[in-house]
């Protein structure tokens, strides 16, 4: 029987600490689970089917809403250290004692923050489009959540640069998100976008010491993807990353903004399986 | 019949506007071939063997001598300009008119001039350990040629962290630049070191204007790749080299310092050949 795919996946819950999550898993059953942790004021359906089918292919893959994002219940924290607590008790909801984490944008800030205060949960880590907390220029002052009311718009700018290239790389991903067409998610409101703005612009503060002392701990294997001209976190948080982080490899495509994964879809693949399986 | 290889290779000889050029050519004939150069005081004999085989298993590998170098005539020229024409005089020599490119640290540099000089040689350049013209602290103030009198003392300074397994590392790379017993390379004079590193220190000003303007006229499809904490060539060059050439994908690796392709060996190969044959 075929496995499931980012297209038929039903939609599942579960409930832990008072909320029900909305949670989507599947691919190759069996293995070390790979959890995948989305970016501000995405929902389950914002997840770019190429990437979670290429890693389905090969691993049980796991989807998931934060506490009042799209189908999950409760209210959205607006801080990453309650968003990471949270993602905590999704885990233990599921029996996830071990497990490979994707983080993209603030998913990779959960990330960070579960690797420093969990290390046992994770065994290798992959930060897409993120930084460290206080890196630079990470306080988001031209993001406002009126912008989400024109989705295609913002991702066209946001996540692909101005190059013809990257705009056809643009509009074929925003014609991939369609392809799931039973069972969507539930939209993403405009409180819960307001409280994950903040949560993203409080990691963004540089802190008055030890800016990068979080980095040091965590000791895992991690890959950190970026675009070199990512305009939503500037490409030196990636640099700040792999040159911080105890055992961070780095990878950086051209011509390419915060949806660097997706435009370079098929190489960036080939990275991650050889960063994941080696 | 097996190809050569490293260890097996003829040093052989060619002569061009004056110069009597020793290089190698192994590995597996036919197709786009592969032009290696090298770092600053560094002959035919310093490749490492793992990198220079793992490449000609699959491809048509050139290793030269720059001129007055190891088996090489000549006067060492001490920029990067006219070491760029005697390599276009090299690759004329020898009716190589479409390579592609591996530039290490000093080499690197040769392979931008001749990406913005000479465009059509070039199919697809890998920017090993370098950094731009008018790079960040690419004096190389720390470095004098008497630091030469003791190779492997420099080498696992230079080339290697100081923690425990990059230290390693180190050794096992000592040990296969001793793979190849016979016709061994000339050592490299104190005179020919002197102009080269003049060369790569007037590489190393920063021009009064346009500091990265080469970079824009490099068009070619570029891997660039570096250690996360080389101490020849700081990181923050490569980014910097991503972050300008119009096409360039940037991988750096953890705890490693200017011999990171030779420490990661196994997956920089990975990484070579998926940017070499996309």
Redesign the interface.
């Known amino acids: 029987m075929p496995h499931d795919t980012h297209e038929t996946a039903p939609t599942r819950f579960v409930e832990a600490s008072g909320i029900r999550f909305a949670y989507r898993r599947f691919g190759r059953p069996g293995g070390t689970p790979l959890l995948l942790l989305n970016y501000f004021a995405a929902n389950l359906d914002n997840w770019d089917p190429r990437v979670t089918n290429g890693f389905a292919a090969e691993r049980d893959v796991i989807l998931v809403d934060y506490p009042g994002i799209g189908g999950s219940s409760g209210e959205t924290p607006s801080s990453v250290a309650a968003l990471t607590k949270d993602c905590v008790e999704f885990c233990r909801a599921l029996n996830l004692t071990r497990f490979d984490l994707v983080g993209f944008s603030l998913g990779g800030m959960i990330a960070q923050q579960l690797g420093a205060e969990y290390p046992a949960l994770i065994r290798r880590i992959l930060m897409l489009g993120t930084g460290p907390r206080g890196g630079e220029g990470m306080v988001f002052d031209d993001l406002w959540v009126e912008e989400l009311d024109d989705e295609v718009g913002l991702l066209m700018k946001a996540f692909f640069t101005q190059s013809e290239p990257s705009q056809a790389a643009g509009r074929a991903y925003i014609e991939r998100l369609k392809r799931r067409v039973v069972d969507r998610d539930a939209p993403v409101s405009k409180p819960a976008a307001i409280a994950q703005l903040a949560a993203i612009r409080e990691w963004g503060g540089i802190p008055q010491k030890d800016r990068f002392a979080m980095l040091g701990q965590i000791h895992h294997p991690t890959l950190v993807v970026h675009g070199?001209n990512d305009v939503v976190v500037l490409?030196?948080n990636a640099?700040l990353l792999?040159?911080h982080?105890?055992?961070?490899?780095?990878?950086?495509?051209?011509?390419a903004s915060h949806g660097s994964q997706s435009q370079h879809g098929?190489?960036f693949l080939?990275?991650a399986k050889?960063f994941l399986y080696?």
Chains 1, 2 share one sequence.
């Open positions: 070199n490409p030196i640099f792999a040159e982080l105890p055992n961070a490899q780095l990878i950086m495509y051209p011509d098929e190489v080939e990275h050889l080696r």
